[in-house]
Nanobody, 128 residues
């Protein structure tokens, strides 16, 4: 059984910063074999891609809406992926999910369907 557990969400004012963490665990789960992604879902909207990072951390990909403000990183020794979110805007308000995509590939997927495991999500609310 694979578990992804997000933490670090909360309420922040516009212009502020937060860092989310996602800790992965599982008896047969090898974290370094997975690309990791962050997605978000606002009320009444579908789940959308935010950022992804390759299995080794050397490549990243971002949604245009967060490029330059968010930074994804990972620590394979700690089985953890992070997203540092700066200059937060009210439109960043959503539940944020981390996800794992199997395979040491060169592609960083933006599609929800390409990710095999998901966390339960953590709420971020940005007040104006």
């Amino acid at each position: 059984q694979v578990q992804l557990a997000e933490s670090g969400g909360g309420l922040v004012q516009a212009g502020g910063s937060l860092r989310l963490s996602c800790a992965a665990s599982g008896r047969t789960f090898t974290f370094s074999n997975y690309a990791m992604g962050w997605f978000r879902q606002a009320p009444g909207k579908g789940r959308e891609f935010v950022a992804a990072i390759s299995w080794g951390g050397g490549r990243t990909r971002y949604a245009d809406s967060v490029k330059g403000r968010f930074t994804i990183s990972r620590d394979n020794a700690k089985n953890t992926v992070y997203v540092q979110m700066n200059t937060l805007k009210p439109e960043d308000t959503a539940v944020y999910y981390c996800a794992a995509s199997n395979g040491r590939t060169t592609v960083l997927w933006v599609e929800v369907s390409k990710y095999d495991y998901w966390g339960q999500g953590t709420q971020i609310t940005v007040s104006s």
